[in-house]
């Protein structure tokens, strides 16, 4: 039985997937990402996964996150986005079980609510036991019910700040698809120059230019993510963002080791 405080691991969906093309899944890193989680064997781990080129391309397709407009084909897109995020989840949780992680899927449609997009409801009751026995419980941004809008799409990073503060996380790691936060993006711009560590009012100040995504992404790219994050860095929770498509980073960050990325602190 583990009461200890979690870790909370936030893989970005552009690292496991293509984001420029459409239900590309990266399985190649997916696989060395377990392989890192089983390495560092934390007991009170909790994973959470964005959605990439699955979620992402169906939600904006039938307007998920703008809620329900009496449309009935958006229900159907409602289903098939939540659906393609558990076709995502089933490759992590494959690649998690063969190395042999114990890791049970929680689908977040299933057991929050938000109201106007931000989480109003969550029953924690499976969650809770899951980590009372020490399983690694995996959740992933997902379409959800929303009271006042029918429906939206609850990003993976609403989700790490939810749980990281509602349960006193120890620290967040953050895996995106560079080494951690850049003035620029590194991918298009080679003098972009890496935040090598942020304080809390670095933060703010920073992160409305941290930009959009490469590929369709609904919920507000590197931007969107780190305005999640700021009320987590408020209640003095760290939070490491480090490449998780390089070897050894989410390994090294997990367990407590330096690593090539940005460390954020109040
Ligand atoms: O990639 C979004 O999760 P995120 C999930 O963590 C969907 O923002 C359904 C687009």
């Given at each position: 039985m583990s009461d200890a405080k979690p870790v909370i691991l936030k893989i970005g969906g552009s690292a496991i997937t293509d984001k420029t093309g459409e239900l590309a899944a990266k399985t190649e890193i997916i696989n060395r990402l377990a392989e890192e989680i089983k390495r560092a064997d934390l007991d009170n781990l909790i994973i959470v996964h964005g959605g990439g080129s699955f979620g992402h391309p169906t939600a904006a397709k039938y307007g998920i996150k703008e809620g329900y407009k009496d449309d009935p084909t958006q229900k159907l897109g409602f289903a098939e986005t939540h659906h393609v995020m558990t076709v995502l989840n089933g490759l992590v949780m494959d690649a998690l079980i063969w190395h042999e992680v114990p890791a049970i899927s929680i689908a977040p449609s299933s057991c929050f609510l938000t109201d106007n997009g931000k989480i109003k409801f969550f029953d924690e009751t499976v969650l809770k036991q899951m980590q009372k026995m020490m399983f690694t419980p995996v959740l992933y941004g997902d379409a959800v019910l929303d009271d006042k809008l029918g429906f939206t799409v609850l990003s993976g990073d609403q989700l790490v700040a939810y749980l990281a503060i509602r349960y006193k996380a120890q620290k967040i790691v953050v895996g995106v698809d560079t080494d951690g936060l850049f003035d620029a993006d590194p991918k298009t711009n080679p003098n972009a120059k890496p935040y090598k560590h942020l304080t809390l009012a670095e933060l703010k100040q920073i992160q409305p230019k941290l930009g959009k995504a490469t590929?369709?992404?609904?919920?507000?790219g590197m931007a969107g993510k780190i305005a999640e994050l700021i009320p987590v860095v408020e209640q003095g929770i760290h939070v490491t963002v480090t490449g998780a498509t390089k070897g050894l980073s989410i390994y090294r960050a997990l367990t407590d080791q330096s690593v090539l990325g940005t460390e954020i602190e109040k």
């Amino acid at each position: 039985m583990s009461d200890a405080k979690p870790v909370i691991l936030k893989i970005g969906g552009s690292a496991i997937t293509d984001k420029t093309g459409e239900l590309a899944a990266k399985t190649e890193i997916i696989n060395r990402l377990a392989e890192e989680i089983k390495r560092a064997d934390l007991d009170n781990l909790i994973i959470v996964h964005g959605g990439g080129s699955f979620g992402h391309p169906t939600a904006a397709k039938y307007g998920i996150k703008e809620g329900y407009k009496d449309d009935p084909t958006q229900k159907l897109g409602f289903a098939e986005t939540h659906h393609v995020m558990t076709v995502l989840n089933g490759l992590v949780m494959d690649a998690l079980i063969w190395h042999e992680v114990p890791a049970i899927s929680i689908a977040p449609s299933s057991c929050f609510l938000t109201d106007n997009g931000k989480i109003k409801f969550f029953d924690e009751t499976v969650l809770k036991q899951m980590q009372k026995m020490m399983f690694t419980p995996v959740l992933y941004g997902d379409a959800v019910l929303d009271d006042k809008l029918g429906f939206t799409v609850l990003s993976g990073d609403q989700l790490v700040a939810y749980l990281a503060i509602r349960y006193k996380a120890q620290k967040i790691v953050v895996g995106v698809d560079t080494d951690g936060l850049f003035d620029a993006d590194p991918k298009t711009n080679p003098n972009a120059k890496p935040y090598k560590h942020l304080t809390l009012a670095e933060l703010k100040q920073i992160q409305p230019k941290l930009g959009k995504a490469t590929g369709t992404d609904v919920t507000g790219g590197m931007a969107g993510k780190i305005a999640e994050l700021i009320p987590v860095v408020e209640q003095g929770i760290h939070v490491t963002v480090t490449g998780a498509t390089k070897g050894l980073s989410i390994y090294r960050a997990l367990t407590d080791q330096s690593v090539l990325g940005t460390e954020i602190e109040k």
